[in-house]
């Protein structure tokens, strides 16, 4: 079966570094995201992407954040200046019309 | 602002019986409802899902129970077989939401053999 994939699994970074998370979404799919969870918390919707554009973001979503599309495959989330309080599993997405989400398995970012 | 809530943190149930998993919803324009599992380590995978225009639906074991009047959604697992021990996550859309799924805190299922 298809499937999302994060890369890396794990990221350490210093506060106020930058971060920028990989996703390549299914192959065919049109709408991308990203949620997170922090520990112990729910997932949280961050940002939806089509059409290579936001299409929605939450107020987690702040000015920090940003996306990309930079070819035809990879979806990639950005954190400028890194905080402590990122620090959670970021979750890819993907679907290519229907409700039903693909997941990618996470990258766990720490922050220090 | 919890508009999904899962209220049982954990539940623990014999291989073999039922397991049933609830979720309850405050925000009444949710009109798509979905089932994720969640092994550790893992992404949120899709199990089932019920539009809010059905009051029940069944996929092999699983079967998604919605009561829109109570907005309460239950998930029933029966057989519960031991690899069915994960997270178990609910799920709410609403179409003035666009695609964006809020997602419950999760109840953590244990099946003993």
């Known amino acids: 079966e298809p499937e999302v994939t994060q890369t890396p699994s794990h990221q350490v970074t210093q506060m106020g570094q930058e971060v920028i998370l990989r996703c390549v979404p299914i192959?065919?799919?049109?709408?991308f995201y990203w949620y997170r969870q922090i520990l112990g918390q729910k997932v949280e919707f961050l940002v939806s992407?089509?059409?290579?554009?936001?299409?929605?973001k939450s107020e987690i979503f702040d000015d920090q954040f940003s996306v990309e599309r930079p070819d035809g495959s990879n979806f990639t989330l950005k954190i400028r200046s890194t905080k402590l309080e990122d620090s959670a599993m970021y979750f890819c997405?993907?679907?290519?019309?229907?409700?039903?989400?693909?997941f990618g398995s996470g990258t766990q970012l720490s922050v220090l | 602002d919890q508009q999904v809530k899962q209220n049982s943190p954990s539940l623990s149930v014999q291989e073999g019986r039922i397991s049933i998993l609830n979720c309850d919803y405050t925000n009444s324009m949710f009109d798509y409802f979905l089932w994720y599992k969640k092994y550790p380590a893992e992404g949120p995978t899709f199990l089932i899902s019920?539009?809010?225009?059905?009051d029940k639906n069944e996929d092999g074991r699983f079967t998604v129970f919605l009561n829109k009047s109570a907005k309460h959604l239950s998930l029933h697992i029966v057989p519960s077989q031991p690899g069915d021990s994960a997270v178990y996550f609910c799920?709410?859309?609403?179409?003035?939401?666009?695609?964006?799924?809020?997602f419950g805190t999760g109840t953590r299922l244990a099946v003993r053999p």
């Open positions: 992407f089509y059409n290579n554009e936001i299409s929605e």
């Open positions: 799920a709410a859309s609403s179409e003035s939401s666009g695609d964006k799924l809020t």
């Open positions: 192959s065919n799919h049109l709408y």
């Open positions: 997405a993907s679907h290519g019309g229907g409700e039903k989400l693909f």
């Open positions: 019920i539009s809010s225009i059905k």
